[in-house]
C-alpha cells in the first residue's frame, strides 16, 4: 500500500511556465498553490509575529532571513487548507532551505515531498520570453507568435489603446544570463533531491495541456494516483541487524496471516469478514495491522477483487463469487516496524488468462527478488519486472509503485516496476546492505491506465480488465536478499 497526501514541490527555471501548471495542478487536486510571495504578503497582510519580522527587511530592501522564510513556510504548511496537500512554487531555492523543509515536515508528520522539476531546452525559453510583450497601459502579456503583436504595436485587447513593449529582462542576452544564474543556483538543489529519489523530470515542452498531462500522470489527479513518491521521510537509511530481525519479526506475522487469509478465501466469504481474520490473527500475535487509520483508512486489509489493482475498502456487501480473483495487500507493525505484502489468487475455478495473469505477476515478483544484492540497482529491478511482464503481453501499472519501508510504512526510495527516466530518478540508487524495500509488481490483464473511485481510496483498471499484485519485503543483505515476509 503506497497512499498519502499530494506535497509538491514545483522546479523549473524562468519561463518554465511554473505558475501556469501549479494553477492547473492546484485545481486538480484540490490543493493550495503557495509561493515564498504570497505567503510573504500573506504574513504581513495577517500582522502576525513572523509577518512584522518579515516587513521589517521588507521595509529595509533587504532579503528576508532563510530562518525567517522557514517559519513562515512552516506556519502556512501547518494551516488547515494543506492537510491533503499543497504545491510550493519558488520555494526551497537553496539546499539549505531544502534541508529545513524537510526537517519541517517530519515534524509535522506530513507524508513526502514529490519534487517536480519540468525541463525545458534552453533555447526554448529564450524564444519564449523574448517573445513577450506587455501593455503599457492594461498590463496585458502577449506574445509575438499571436496574430498582431508586436513591438511597438497596438494592445490586441480591443477596449485598450496601450502600447505594447519589451521588457529589458525579457531580451534574449538578459535570458540568457538569467537562465545562467538559475543554473548555479537550484543545480545543487536538483541533485539534492534526486540523491534523495524524490526528483521526477517532466519535459516543459509543448502545449500547456500536454505538460500538465504529463504532470498528472506522475503525482495523481483526473483518477490516477502516482503514490511512489509520497513517501515520509527524506533519507534512505540501511538498518541495523537488530532492525532486520524486528522486521522478519513483523514479516513472520504477515506471513501468517496471509497463509490464513488464502485457507478463508472462497466463494461466499465476504471481503468485511476477510478484514476481521485478518485483525484477529495480527492482534493475537502481538502486532497491529499498518493500514487501519493510516491517511484515515478505515481497515487492516486492501481488499483488491478482479478490476480492483489496490485499495479497496472490504465490505459486507462484497461477496466473493466463483471465478473471481482476489487479492489482499496488508501491512503489518510490530517492535515499532513494519512489514508489508500483498498475494493474489483465484476464488474456485478460474479461466485460463487470469490463471495466466497470476502466474505472470508472480513470477514477474521473484525475477524482481533475484535482482536485490548489493551493487545492483532499483532500475534492476524495474528490468526486471517490465522485461517478463511486456514479454507476456500484459502491462505494469505507471502510477503506482513500491516503496522503501520500515519504521514508517513508506520510506524512500521510490521502487518502480517499469523503466521512464524521463518520469522517475529512483533508478540508479544503488543496493546496499541494510536497505528495506517492498516490491510490489501491479499488473494489468489490459492497458495499464487507472482510474480512482469516488471514494478517493479504490484504484481500479481504466478498461475494466483485471488485475494481479503480489509483493514482498525484502532486504539487502552482504550475500544478496532477506525476503522478510516469507513464510
Same mark, same amino acid.
Given at each position: 500500500m503506497a497512499l498519502g497526501e499530494c506535497n509538491i514541490v514545483l522546479l523549473g527555471p524562468p519561463g518554465a511556465g511554473k505558475g501556469?501548471?501549479?494553477?492547473?495542478?492546484?485545481?486538480?487536486?484540490? $490543493?493550495?498553490?503557495?509561493s515564498t510571495g504570497d505567503i510573504l504578503r500573506e504574513a504581513v497582510a495577517e500582522d502576525t509575529d513572523l509577518g512584522r519580522k518579515a516587513e521589517a527587511y521588507m521595509d529595509r530592501g533587504e532579503l528576508v532571513p532563510d530562518e525567517l522564510v522557514i517559519a513562515i513556510a512552516r506556519e502556512r504548511l501547518a494551516q488547515e487548507d494543506c492537510e491533503g496537500?499543497?504545491?510550493?512554487?519558488?520555494?526551497?531555492? @537553496?539546499?539549505?532551505?531544502?534541508?529545513?523543509?524537510?526537517?519541517?515536515?517530519?515534524?509535522?508528520?506530513?507524508? +513526502?515531498?514529490? !519534487?517536480?522539476?519540468? *525541463?525545458?531546452?534552453?533555447?526554448?525559453? !529564450?524564444?519564449?520570453?523574448?517573445?513577450?510583450?506587455?501593455?503599457?497601459e492594461c498590463g496585458g502579456i502577449y506574445h509575438v507568435d499571436q496574430e498582431g503583436v508586436e513591438d511597438? %504595436?497596438?494592445?490586441?485587447?480591443?477596449?485598450?489603446? =496601450?502600447?505594447? /513593449?519589451?521588457?529589458?529582462?525579457?531580451?534574449?542576452?538578459? $535570458?540568457? &544570463?538569467?537562465?545562467? *544564474? /538559475?543554473r548555479e543556483q537550484? &543545480?545543487?538543489?536538483? &541533485?539534492? /533531491?534526486?540523491?534523495r529519489g524524490v526528483l521526477v523530470n517532466v519535459s516543459g515542452e509543448g502545449e500547456p495541456k500536454e505538460i500538465f498531462d504529463r504532470m498528472v500522470e506522475v503525482v495523481g489527479g483526473g483518477g490516477a494516483v502516482? @503514490?511512489?513518491?509520497?513517501?515520509?521521510?527524506?533519507?534512505?537509511?540501511?538498518? @541495523?541487524?537488530?532492525e532486520l530481525?524486528?522486521?522478519?519479526?513483523? =514479516?513472520?506475522?504477515?506471513?501468517?496471516?496471509?497463509?490464513?487469509?488464502?485457507?478463508?478465501?472462497?466463494?461466499? !466469504?465476504? @471481503?468485511?469478514?476477510?478484514?476481521?481474520?485478518?485483525?484477529?490473527?495480527?492482534g493475537e500475535?502481538?502486532?497491529? +495491522?499498518?493500514?487501519?487509520?493510516?491517511?484515515?483508512?478505515?481497515?487492516?486489509?486492501?481488499?483488491?477483487?478482479?478490476?480492483? $489493482?489496490?485499495?479497496?475498502?472490504?465490505?459486507?456487501?462484497?461477496?466473493?463469487?466463483?471465478?473471481?480473483?482476489?487479492? *489482499?495487500?496488508?501491512? *503489518?507493525?510490530?517492535? %515499532?516496524?513494519?512489514?508489508?505484502?500483498?498475494?493474489t489468487m483465484g476464488v474456485g475455478e478460474i479461466d485460463e488468462p487470469s490463471r495466466r495473469l497470476l502466474e505472470v505477476t508472480e513470477r514477474a515478483l521473484e525475477l524482481a527478488i533475484e535482482q536485490v544484492r548489493p551493487g545492483n540497482t532499483i532500475r534492476d529491478i524495474a528490468s526486471a519486472v517490465q522485461t517478463h511482464v511486456e514479454a507476456a503481453g500484459f502491462s505494469v501499472v505507471r502510477a503506482l509503485v513500491g516503496h522503501g519501508i520500515g519504521q514508517r510504512i513508506h520510506e524512500p526510495p521510490q521502487v518502480p516496476n517499469f523503466i521512464d527516466d524521463d518520469r522517475n530518478a529512483t533508478y540508479d540508487f544503488e543496493l546496499v546492505p541494510g536497505v528495506t524495500v517492498a516490491i510490489e509488481p501491479m499488473v494489468n490483464a489490459g492497458g495499464y491506465e487507472v482510474v480512482q473511485d469516488a471514494d478517493g481510496w479504490k484504484v481500479r483498471t481504466r478498461d475494466g480488465s483485471r488485475s494481479a499484485h503480489f509483493e514482498h519485503t525484502v532486504a539487502v543483505t552482504e550475500d544478496g536478499c532477506w525476503i522478510l515476509t516469507a513464510p
Open positions: 501556469t501548471q501549479a494553477k492547473m495542478l492546484s485545481d486538480e487536486l484540490d $490543493v493550495p498553490h503557495i496537500g499543497f504545491i510550493l512554487d519558488g520555494f526551497p531555492r @537553496t539546499v539549505a532551505q531544502a534541508e529545513a523543509l524537510g526537517e519541517a515536515m517530519d515534524d509535522l508528520g506530513r507524508d +513526502p515531498l514529490t !519534487v517536480i522539476n519540468l *525541463v525545458v531546452d534552453e533555447d526554448e525559453i !529564450v524564444r519564449r520570453l523574448s517573445g513577450r510583450r506587455l501593455c503599457s511597438g %504595436g497596438q494592445c490586441p485587447d480591443a477596449d485598450c489603446d =496601450g502600447e505594447l /513593449y519589451q521588457r529589458s529582462d525579457d531580451r534574449p542576452e538578459a $535570458v540568457r &544570463e538569467r537562465l545562467s *544564474v /538559475y537550484t &543545480e545543487p538543489l536538483i &541533485e539534492y /533531491y534526486d540523491q502516482m @503514490t511512489g513518491p509520497r513517501i515520509k521521510g527524506h533519507e534512505v537509511r540501511p538498518k @541495523t541487524q537488530a530481525e524486528t522486521m522478519r519479526h513483523a =514479516g513472520k506475522i504477515h506471513a501468517r496471516t496471509l497463509a490464513r487469509l488464502r485457507e478463508a478465501i472462497e466463494p461466499g !466469504v465476504t @471481503t468485511a469478514e476477510l478484514d476481521r481474520i485478518a485483525e484477529e490473527v495480527i500475535a502481538g502486532g497491529e +495491522p499498518s493500514f487501519k487509520g493510516y491517511q484515515g483508512y478505515p481497515a487492516a486489509i486492501c481488499a483488491q477483487r478482479n478490476d480492483v $489493482v489496490v485499495h479497496g475498502i472490504p465490505s459486507e456487501d462484497e461477496v466473493l463469487v466463483e471465478g473471481d480473483i482476489f487479492g *489482499v495487500d496488508l501491512g *503489518v507493525q510490530w517492535g %515499532g516496524y513494519h512489514a508489508d505484502g500483498a498475494f
